[in-house]
């Protein structure tokens, strides 16, 4: 690539937010020049990595060559952004050069801190320490919930925001399940130690998910924090209003905690969180008009899940297509975001819900009623989600996804 190279609309991220954007805005215009600067190999669809952890899935399916879901009329740019000049229209890559844009999409993901707990980083995927948040750690996951008989399990969730506020219980019910089905779950001491004074943070999904945390006699320790892992010894040190305790495991679920990037979060177009400083309806930049930012690095407060993102896609596709016109944005996100909460195996609490905690069912109640454990939602998770993720959101079929109008302020 030349010291300095210009297109139309510049991406940063080649994950789900980044390319369903791209595969949006060329539906809408074909001879769109978009580049995508992704340095990552490969695209996973994180949303399985619960399943692989439940033994569901095997790991080999969330995964795609990255070349494999670009699309094809876009240039991939295999490098990463280090830093942005939006006063003169630029991006800086890490190797130095330099990308300019009409239009700056900013979807570049959330980073995983896991220096965030002492003695955490040295002991991931042994002593039974584990997270279904990394691809090469969910198959480890699966390997202690089968392997263990007796003893104490302790899933954990750290601060908000984090990606699928869902998961640290998706693993835990799973797990519970499948003790529960070879005969153990008696024998096994099961906490869930969250830092969060809620269950869920969308009160009409507590009373369904209250029922399974009663059915498997799972601890709830709710403003309890992760602080450090003595692996060797297994034993996990949490901090609470009440000061320090250590808790001995045999199983650890960890859930770290996670920030912007920091190359984002440094920028001038970080809001105060470090996240893109966007309207939460337009996703347009509050500072910069000609810049967008969507996914899990953007500042909205919705839920960050590769469903808010399914749904942002074409709000960004079609106000940045707008902008580029030289007119105002006309699209609107209203939070939107899906948590479908794996209770067992088979059943399923779909969590759809929009900015301010308000339900947003994508079905009828006679349907799917969210609020309740169902098996069509199960069906929905494990066989239409993935297939939607790779044949739809990936390729810009906006299915269950078209732009919202503009909500009234």
Sequence with gaps: ?????????VIIGGGAAGIATAASMLKRRSGLDIAIVEPSDTH?????????????FEPEVTRRPMASVIPKAVQWVKAAAASFQPENNGVTLEDGSTLQY???????????????IAGLEETLGRNGVTSNYRYDLAPYTWELVQGLRSGRAIFTQPVMPIKCAGAPQKSMYLSCDHWRRAGVLGDIEVEFRNVGGVLFGVQDYVPALMEYVEKYDIALKLGSNLVAVDGTAQAATFKSEDGEVTREFD???????QVAPQFLADSPLSAESGFTDVDQHTLQHVRYPNVFG????GSMPNAKTAAAARKQAPVVAVNGLRQLDGKGPTAGYDGYGSCPL????GKIVLAEF?????LAPSFPTWLIDGTKAQRLSWMLKADFLPWLYWNGMLKGR????????LIAQ
């Design 44 to 56: 996973a669809y994180q949303p399985g990595w619960t399943m692989v952890g439940g033994g569901i």
């Design 342 to 345: 794996t209770v067992e195996r």
């Design 102 to 116: 009409e239009i700056l999409i900013v979807a570049p993901g959330i980073r995983l801190a896991w220096e965030k």
């Design 354 to 358: 929009g900015y301010g905690g308000k």
């Design 294 to 297: 969507l996914g899990d690095a």
């Design 251 to 257: 199983m650890l679920h960890v859930v770290p905690p």
């Design 1 to 9: 690539m030349s010291q300095s190279a210009r297109h139309q609309v």
């Design 398 to 405: 906006e299915w269950l996804a078209g732009p919202g109008g």
